[in-house]
């Protein structure tokens, strides 16, 4: 069994997925199943094999220093829940 | 009114251009047609008034003697495409009402040659899902039944509102993406063409994202000369995308013409899996008839790695895709549920708006990322990865196309499978090895089950190389002589 | 590395040596982002300078700005560090509002550049080469806004993706003093190169601060980190106050507990930052949207054929050429603009003299104006003439200070000057000869005082500049009454 149920609150805290208490325990059982099936990968020998960084070969494409975006305000919170003079409105942040 | 619903891309596209028709009354005919398609579920939002404004525009255009290649075709766009001033919703509600600025590269390239937008199809939430019962808008109603039934069946997914408005011909084509066999598999479901292309081949611009390294877009349709169009148009490179790939777009619809004479099928074996149903087989080797038939030479070969493809790729994509949703937050657009602070509003937000397979895949993802175990699985997960690409270069070496089912089964009925997580993955067992190389491939519907139901054949080709499968897709469909359509009993 | 000793604080119970590692911030100087071609103009309206791809909307893809990998492989020669042809972008994973795609894409594993150095010309004249680990590219945050509603934070992401250069510093400084060196000759050779312009305030440089301490030879310690510091001086302030804080709780028999803190300009202290994250696992992984970055050896050969004379190389030159010493060389070549101005005003004349005047006077006028050099009224070319009016005698040092005040109130040529107002100094002999007689004859008993105090010739001198104006040489001055009071 890869996870316990501190796990699983620990891994839904990084994801920032609120869980109710009472569904982490069945949580655990489905996300350890999927743990337990993917673990059939150490069968294979990946000894001096190169993980795949890209899936077709090219050069990475590159764009010239030149200003062609931006200056929309209006469009970037149009879709806002909450929003002040073109601000991103968030509850407090302390830091 | 039914004969035009029943054209196919080609067909209208002949029969728009001699004025034998409108493109109004072609809009006009589908979007009845889908006022009375409630229960099949394909369409989450219809659009006939841009799709009427579209039409008419297209009729100025073909009036004038002028137009593009899809020039009054009307489509159906799966909402994972960004739709400017139309809402998109990735099936889920954590997009709210989320209206794009913007338009996806893709559905743009087919507004450019004059297509007509139907309306935003139904998918699984955020493209997970090989059944579209994950979808926030409820699940969608395979138009197909099994003999004697009234059972409702999956029509596959995560592409199946556009596998089904195909099918239940709500479209003449849908813009669909495929992952780990999104396409492909609810195309096998229904008995559509489902095709997705070599990764690079289409941009991913403005299409939601699920996995960076898999996403395909591609189209599905009725057969596979209208394949051939709507790739034509859907494929371009695209500077906003660094992953897409600048080679020019050949001319597919001339690919279709040829003949299979030398042509090396590879047949992999281990795609002949424990428990496969007879029937399945069967097709199989119907489909290796056919070909042989017509003079291609049949070679049995080896991917040895191809039972690892499904573990894998349930490592890398939900690693790729609990990154690239962290951005819905509530923050800028979507969804927003109050919370304390920041972090409760967050949780909130993400744990409302998330289905339960998405969290799934989320949480997943997170793990195989984190500290401790980023080597165990998802390193390694890359590395089987190079091996399984390396596997289908080397069988390429020798053949020039594989052919192997599409599915290890028909479609199954709604409800069946969505509480074994599992059991769901297996459906693409066939398909996602496919994705992990990056490389094209095609279902061809090929034949009915002994219920009935549609089965599907796949090619697989080389990287770049969609030309050979539109030969041999169409030489397969050929041969295959389906005819199928679903008994309409949904309006 | 410098001698521990002199570095040491001292302590309750002995010694301490101060460790301390800088990570510097620094935006690349291009005019739009790293992933995105919005602007990277300071000042902008909120959320102006933001692109549907900063904001991450649904199904946006970052596609890189080749002017910022220039300015990392240049900036990475400039510090003569290892530039790997093939490196990597990664994604950091963490959740923050002025976060808007939830992870930052950056280099972890793989970095454009590698390791180099950096060498700091100390006040004592001391050399300190400070090792640099590596050089990579990121993107810079948005902002978050606190004080403009008391209920709530209000995000701008106009910084949101501009590109930034991460330099990190080996744990090789070793006081205050290193440090603040260290951020100084960094700046400076970024600024030569213009790949940053180093302006703190408006924010386009900033460092993390690493600081620990240890009794000397002892291993490394539990270090604490100050967060964003933004100007020289507080990083200076940041570490004196660090180190003793660091000292006092161990010397008291407590632990330094490894965590985040900011500086607080005000107190000059630094204070916990309330937990950001639980535990700082940021799940790198590489980005899947972008391919790796690769260039050739030749690329970079024609980059470094291209690159301005350095700081180091400068500053030996001016050893070298215009036989400066140490420090005056290292002062005149600190930044481009004081170089250039410097040589400027050298040529073809005495770059002795050309320093002390360059920074003697104008440096004084610069600052006692509030102007920088490149504000400076005075060009070079016109100092220069100034100089070359006392090399051939025309005016003497003295008369050449007002000419300068001249030349900055009211500008106008040197030599323009010295001719409307009659400057020019006597160097006739003749004349002189004969206020120096007119003097002598006038004061007998001086004259004689002088024989047993020879140091009463300044009063002769002193006599003879008021008769003639102040334009008598002085040299010529001098001569001629030592001659005729009989003292040599």
């Given at each position: 069994m890869a996870v316990d149920e501190a796990d699983v609150r620990k891994i839904a805290r990084l994801a920032r997925i609120a869980v109710k208490q009472d569904d982490v325990a069945t949580l655990r059982g489905e996300l350890n199943k999927i743990l337990d099936w993917v673990a059939q990968l150490d069968e294979v020998n990946t000894d001096n094999v190169e993980p795949m960084t890209s899936v077709v070969a090219a050069d990475m494409k590159k764009r010239q220093d030149i200003v062609n975006d931006g200056d929309k305000a209006a469009d970037i919170v149009k879709n806002a829940p909450e929003t002040q003079d073109h601000y991103f409105v968030v509850p407090k942040v302390v830091e | 009114m039914s004969e035009l619903l029943d054209l196919t891309i080609a067909q209208a596209r002949k029969k728009l251009k001699t004025r034998d028709i409108s493109a109004r009354e072609l809009a006009q005919a589908h979007l009845d047609a889908i006022d009375k398609s409630a229960a099949l579920n394909a369409y989450i939002l219809p659009t006939p008034d841009k799709a009427l404004a579209m039409a008419d525009a297209a009729d100025q255009k073909l009036s004038a003697g002028e137009g593009g290649a899809l020039e009054g075709i009307p489509l159906g766009v799966k909402d994972l495409f960004c739709t400017t001033g139309v809402r998109t919703t990735a099936c889920s509600k954590i997009l709210g009402d989320f209206t794009p600025t913007y338009e996806s590269t893709v559905t743009q390239n087919l507004w450019d040659a004059g297509a007509v937008m139907l309306g935003k199809l139904n998918c699984d939430e955020f493209a997970m899902g090989s059944s579209n019962e994950t979808s926030a808008f409820g699940p969608v109603i395979n138009p197909w039944r099994a003999s004697g039934s009234d059972k409702q069946l999956v029509p596959g997914g995560s592409s199946g509102g556009s596998a089904c408005a195909v099918a239940a011909r709500l479209c003449l084509g849908a813009t669909a993406t495929d992952t780990g066999g999104s396409i492909r598999q609810p195309a096998g479901f229904t008995g559509t063409v489902g095709f997705k292309p070599t990764y690079g081949r289409c941009s991913r611009w403005g299409v939601v994202a699920f996995a960076s390294s898999l996403d395909q877009a591609g189209p599905v349709t009725r057969d596979v000369r209208d394949a051939a169009i709507m790739l034509g148009v859907m494929a371009s490179h695209d500077p906003k995308d660094t992953t897409s790939l600048d080679l020019p777009v050949p001319d597919y619809e001339a690919a279709l013409e040829g003949g299979l004479k030398g042509l090396k099928v590879g047949i992999p074996k281990e795609y002949r899996v424990d428990g496969m149903p007879e029937e399945i087989e069967a097709l199989w080797q119907q489909g290796i008839d056919w070909l042989k038939d017509q003079g291609a030479e049949i070679k049995q070969v080896s991917l040895p790695h191809t039972k690892y493809a499904l573990p894998a790729y349930y490592i890398v994509a939900p690693a790729e895709a609990s990154s690239n949703l962290a951005r819905y937050d509530g923050v800028r657009y979507g969804l927003r549920i109050e919370g304390d602070d920041i972090i409760s509003m967050y949780e909130n937000t993400r744990s409302e708006g998330f289905g339960a397979e998405v969290q799934r895949r989320v949480m997943i993802g997170t793990y195989v990322l984190s500290a401790g175990y980023y080597d165990a699985y998802y390193l390694k997960a890359q590395k089987v990865r190079t091996l399984i690409k390396h596997d289908f270069e080397q069988v390429f070496e020798d053949v020039d196309v594989l052919l192997t089912p599409t599915t290890p089964s028909p479609a199954f009925g709604i409800g069946e499978r969505i509480g074994d997580p599992l059991s769901m993955y297996l459906n693409d067992i066939f398909t996602v090895t496919v994705n992990m190389a990056g490389l094209p491939g095609i279902s061809v519907p090929a034949g009915l089950s002994s219920d009935g139901l549609p089965l599907g054949l796949q090619l697989i080709g080389k990287a770049f190389d969609e030309e050979m499968l539109f030969r041999v897709g169409a030489r397969l469909e050929e041969a295959a002589e389906f005819t199928g359509k679903p008994e309409k009993w949904w309006a | 590395m410098a001698d521990q000793g002199k570095n040491l604080i001292s302590g309750v119970t002995g010694d301490w040596e101060v460790v301390i590692g800088l990570e510097v911030h620094a935006q690349v100087s291009s005019k739009s982002k790293l992933f995105s071609g919005a602007s990277t103009e300071f000042g902008a309206e909120p959320n102006s300078n933001v692109s549907l791809v900063d904001a991450a909307m649904p199904g946006m893809l970052p596609v890189i700005n080749e002017f910022a990998v220039e300015q990392a492989v240049r900036s990475g020669l400039g510090i003569n560090a290892k530039i790997n042809l093939k490196s990597v972008f990664d994604r950091k994973n963490y959740f923050y509002p002025d976060l808007p795609q939830g992870y930052q894409i950056s280099q972890f594993t793989q970095p454009i550049v590698g390791e180099g150095k950096v060498l700091l010309d100390m006040a004592d004249g001391e050399t300190v080469e400070i090792g640099i680990e590596r050089l990579h590219l990121e993107q810079d945050a948005g902002k978050s806004v606190h004080d403009l509603d008391p209920n709530a934070t209000l995000i701008d992401l106009n910084r949101s993706g501009v590109a930034l250069m991460e330099i990190v510093s080996k744990p090789d400084i070793r006081s205050s003093d290193e440090a603040k060196a260290y951020v100084t000759k960094l700046r400076a050779i970024l600024r030569y190169l213009g790949t940053c312009d180093g302006n703190m305030e408006e924010g386009s440089m900033r460092a993390d601060v690493n600081v620990s301490v240890r009794k000397p030879g002892a291993p490394l310690s539990t270090r604490c980190e100050v967060k964003n510091v933004n100007s020289i001086r507080f990083i200076g302030q940041a570490i004196e106050h660090e180190a003793r804080r660091q000292i006092d709780v161990v010397e008291d028999g407590g632990e330094i507990v490894q965590e985040t803190r900011l500086f607080d300009p005000k107190s000059g202290h630094t204070r916990s930052m309330r937990s950001k994250e639980e535990a700082h696992d940021y799940r790198y992984f590489p980005d899947p949207d972008l391919l790796p970055l690769e260039f050739t050896q030749s690329w970079v050969d024609e980059i470094k054929a291209g690159l301005p004379e350095l700081p180091d190389e400068k500053k030996q030159r001016f050893v070298d050429?215009?036989?400066?010493?140490a420090y005056d060389a290292g002062v005149m070549a600190a930044s481009r603009t004081a170089a250039d101005y410097f040589e400027e005003v050298a040529k073809g004349h005495d770059p002795k003299l050309a320093v002390n005047w360059v920074t003697g006077e104008l440096f004084g006028a610069l600052n006692k104006a509030g102007l920088e050099l490149r504000e400076t009224p005075v060009k070079a070319e016109a100092l220069g003439d100034l100089i070359g009016l006392i090399e051939d005698k025309t005016i003497s040092g003295k008369i050449a200070k007002d000419v300068f005040d001249i030349m900055w109130e009211e500008g106008g040529t040197p030599a323009q000057i010295v001719e409307t107002r009659g400057l020019k100094q006597v160097t006739d002999t003749g004349a002189i000869e004969a206020v120096v007689d007119e003097i002598i004859a006038a004061n007998p008993d001086k004259a004689a005082e002088v024989r047993e105090k020879?140091?009463?010739i300044g009063w002769f001198v002193g006599q003879v500049m008021q008769k003639t104006g102040g334009k008598a040489n002085p040299q010529a001055v001098n001569d001629i009454l030592k001659a005729k009071l009989g003292c040599e």
């Open positions: - | - | 050429e215009y036989a400066l010493n020879p140091k009463m």
